[in-house]
């Protein structure tokens, strides 16, 4: 890949404040699907007047639209067309390279990117580590939710229609003796995972490795995907352990941006 030249890194430094302050408008309406133009003006922190001129200009090229009678504006359908474009476009997968290219550059273990079907889960992309010795997937291998650190991330953001199935007792099997097989214990165990935002695990699937993962979540914010890297437990020590957990969850956070996803504040 090339490098970006001083100059266009200079560049790219630099940002249009009237565009940030319209963007910033756009992005109001994630958390609210209609705001008059005081509530706007409240949001934005600007004048009256330089919040109308943001809001026509936006109005009159279709990314926002005016209701007369509710006194409100709404999301317009030029953004409509441009979010058919990026579906047309953009994939997960793609998005998703760059990243698994980071943490892979950053740890030198396996990075992959798995996602949910049915009862299972499904390697959709991976990067291979860079060590001669290295944990290995192949994309589309299909593996259990039950066991695993992706799995239970899988697993700890699925409807409660999926984990009944998934803990049914008759389902939960051990793949190694640390495989955890019990439905209450396990169930407690996904309520962790959704509160710290992340899951760890060793040898639970394969004696001898260790792997964590995080959630990504679309512009819905809902969870789409889990993030994650694997590696032998001899070569990833307590003292790495901490950092790994924050790189995986800033990386799986980062990519949740990129697929629309905003923190509410």
Not at 68 to 84: D, I, M, V
Not at 156 to 175: I, S
Request: with cysteine.
């Amino acid at each position: 890949m090339p490098s970006t030249s001083p100059s266009r890194s200079k560049e790219l430094g630099r940002h249009v404040d009237v565009v940030c302050r319209a963007l910033d408008i756009l992005d109001y309406f994630q958390a609210h699907p209609a705001l008059t133009l005081l509530e706007l003006t409240s949001r934005a922190g600007l004048t009256r007047n330089r919040t109308t001129r943001l809001v026509g200009t936006l109005e009159a090229r279709g990314y926002l639209s005016y209701d007369p009678e509710a006194g409100r504006y709404r999301l317009g359908s030029r953004l409509l067309t441009l979010g058919k474009a990026f579906e047309a476009n953009t994939s997960l997968i793609a998005l998703a390279r760059p990243v698994l290219r980071d943490l892979v550059r950053l740890t030198g273990e396996l990075a992959s990117l798995y996602v949910r079907d049915g009862v299972e889960r499904v390697a959709l992309a991976r990067e291979r580590g860079t060590h001669q010795i290295s944990y290995q997937v192949d994309e589309g291998q299909r593996m259990e939710l039950f066991a695993g650190a992706a799995g239970k991330v899988l697993l700890a953001h699925a409807g409660p229609e999926v984990q009944t199935k998934v803990l049914d007792p008759r389902r939960l099997r051990r793949l190694t003796p640390t495989t955890e097989a019990d439905p209450g214990r396990l169930a407690r165990e996904l309520e962790t995972i959704r509160r710290n935002g992340f899951a760890a695990s060793e040898g639970e699937r394969v004696a001898g490795v260790w792997s964590v993962a995080a959630p990504v979540f679309d512009h819905s914010r809902r969870v789409c995907a889990a993030l994650g890297i694997t590696g032998p437990s001899y070569r990833i020590p307590t003292r790495l352990r901490d950092r790994y957990r924050a790189l995986v969850r800033e990386k799986a956070g980062e990519l949740s941006r990129h697929l629309g996803w905003r923190e509410i504040a």
